[in-house]
């Protein structure tokens, strides 16, 4: 059966209690839905991580981390190592944001190591990708994203591949000042990434689950889950209220169902 995936990366917004007291309602919420069906993942601050591992039940919420150093150790300060969070428990490693790659010079080459450094580890890499603003005005939107799937999975084994989760980030539409993208726009650019997956893992590349991200929230979420492409949510703003975020995740998932049940017939 095909999983859905919903998660959160929770940013620099949580302290310590505030993301164990959230992810504690989040998991208490949802208890009663079926993770084989869906797989519902948070990824909170470094400083909340190894608390919130003490928190959530396994198997329940996924913990991940929001970005990660390829090396086990040595003289990087201010870095955490794979072995660091494999250590407390940690899942997945998100890599590429955005916000690393605009803010915190963060290059495709690094990506590449830190997905590498991921699989050798045991974590699940979520690697997210997408466009800026320029790059859609110039009409190089999928020569952005054929560029960082294809380097972020530079020597990368199919044999992993069954580790690997992609997020389709446009950086226009992520955060405070961000505008949705259309989903059918959104559903397109799915399609591009696929492809690549396609074209680099012949065997397993139609597998890789391909989540959309970019100021979701409950009015438009159906709109998204109902591409034909799209496996799942990606959410920053919208799902820090535990509450809210139940009420997307059952909506999504009632959307979800339809959109399966449909490719079925
Ligand atoms: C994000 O930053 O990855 C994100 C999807 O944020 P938001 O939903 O707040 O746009």
Known sequence: MKRLYIGTNLKMYKNIRETCDYLA???????DLDRDEVCLFAIPSYT????????????????GAQNMHWEEK???????????????????????????????GESAE???KKVHAALRHGFTALICVGETAREKELGV???RLRIQVK?????????????????????WAIGVQGIPAEPEYANEKHQV??????????QKGRE??????????????????SQPEVDGLFIGRFAWNAESFNELIRAVLLAWRTKTAIGKE
């Open 151 to 171: 380097i972020a999975l530079h020597q990368v084994e199919e044999a992993n591949l069954d580790r690997i989760w992609v997020a389709y980030e446009p950086v």
């Open 25 to 31: 309602q989040l998991e208490a919420l949802t208890r």
């Open 48 to 63: 909340a991580l190894h608390a919130a591992s003490g928190v959530v039940s396994r198997g329940a919420i996924m913990l």
């Open 193 to 202: 990434i696929r492809t690549v997956l396609k074209e680099l893992f012949p």
């Open 141 to 143: 939107a999928d020569e």
């Open 208 to 225: 890789v689950p391909i989540l959309y991200g970019g100021s979701v929230h409950l009015a438009n979420a159906l709109s998204f889950i």
């Open 110 to 112: 690094t990506v590449n």
């Open 74 to 104: 040595g003289q990087f300060t201010g870095e955490i190592s794979p072995p660091m969070l494999q250590e407390i428990g940690i899942e997945i490693a998100e890599i590429g944001h955005s916000e690393r790659r605009q803010l915190f």
